[in-house]
């Protein structure tokens, strides 16, 4: 999977110092109590998920945070 841009991104994470090569840029929309990132997933990937109905999750750290992974943006966008 990799991180993309979209809309109402307004903020950019870097690395951590001395992760450069083992981590991208993570675009996000940072507010109202909330980060959110967008990820898109490969063909192989799309074809793993939908095979095997399972999305992993990993964060570094010893804390979980509340957090919630869907397929449907959770920005309210109007039509024009």
């Known amino acids: 999977m990799e991180p993309v841009t979209f809309p109402e991104q307004n903020t950019l ?8 090569d083992k981590v991208d840029d993570l675009p996000a929309f940072r507010g ?8 898109r997933l490969s063909l192989r990937e799309r074809l793993r998920l939908l095979i095997t109905g399972r999305l992993w999750f990993s964060l ?21």
Do not use: A, K, Y
């Open 13 to 20: 994470f870097r690395p951590p110092e001395g992760m450069e």
């Open 32 to 39: 109202e109590g909330q980060v959110i990132s967008c990820w």
């Open 60 to 80: 570094i750290g010893n804390d979980q945070p509340p957090i919630w992974l869907g397929v449907h943006t959770p920005f309210i966008r109007h039509r024009r």
